[in-house]
């Protein structure tokens, strides 16, 4: 099975614009996301789908310079950007990450995909997220096949689930069977993802800290242990679910 990391990516953050390409310990976000999830054993590739906004020509630009796979598509309809980008790349399996989760974890990748493949053909999707979290947000990671994501592509009539790709599935769980991944501990109260200046500042004390970016979940976790000070910059922020 082909398996490909489709990481959506756009400039037109409402709370924070252009956040993909903020810099973090002298490397911009995106590219931070790109080269932790590939040291996921489990992806023959990685693909950066952006949209057809003028603005997301830089995006383009990092990719070219990078030497990264990309696709252009829809800005609102990111579940049609989703599905042309997988078939356009030949996905067998679809696993879905977004550019404002810098801490991803190749390790946490690989978990879930293996939990996916274990369990074929009797599950259609698995994530650490759905129905219950227990990993801090911003390892959040999807996985699906290409019959499953097609389906939802031709079915999914909401343009508000659209805009967040995987909602028809796993809100429908009498017509997908899903798979649930854990973590032996509840760090669901961490908030390790980006979407405002406060998340900003609280990655990059996590960055500068290491000054890499091939720690691990673990190491983070060590990390906050001793500064307990950094999961307060962050708190307090309400998550608002963005469209990449």
């Not at 002298?26 to 057809?52: F, H």
């Not at 829809?74 to 990450?97: G, H, N, P």
């Not at 599950?123 to 979290?133: E, F, I, K, L």
């Not at 069977?177 to 406060?198: A, C, F, G, K």
């Amino acid at each position: 099975m082909r398996t490909i990391a489709i990481v959506q990516a756009r400039m037109g953050s409402m709370r924070l614009p252009g956040k993909v390409l903020k810099d973090l310990a002298g490397e911009p976000m995106l590219a931070r996301v790109v080269n932790r999830i590939c040291r996921a054993k489990s992806l023959q590739e990685v693909v950066i789908a952006t949209t057809t906004n003028a603005l997301d020509d830089v995006i383009v630009k990092l990719c070219e310079a990078r030497d990264w796979r990309w696709f252009r598509g829809s800005e609102e309809d990111v579940l049609d950007r989703y599905y042309q980008a997988a078939r356009k790349y030949q996905a067998d399996l679809i696993v879905r990450i977004t550019s404002d989760c810098p801490l991803i974890d190749p390790e946490i990748v690989d978990q879930v995909v293996q939990e996916f493949l274990e369990r074929q053909p009797e599950v259609d999707y698995a994530s650490n997220t759905w129905p219950q979290r227990t990993f801090p947000r911003g390892l959040d990671t999807e996985v699906t096949r290409i019959d499953v994501l097609e389906r939802a592509w031709r079915e999914d009539r909401s343009p508000t689930w659209r805009e967040h790709v995987t909602p028809y599935i796993y809100r429908n769980p009498d017509r997908f069977r899903i798979h649930n991944v854990l973590s032996q501990v509840d760090y669901s109260t961490m908030r390790w993802t980006v979407d405002t200046p406060e998340d900003l500042t609280f990655v990059r004390r996590i960055y500068d800290y290491f000054g890499h970016d091939s720690f691990s979940w673990h190491e983070v976790l060590k990390v906050l242990e001793e500064h307990p000070e950094w999961v307060e910059i962050n708190r307090h922020v309400q998550h608002e679910r963005e469209a990449g």
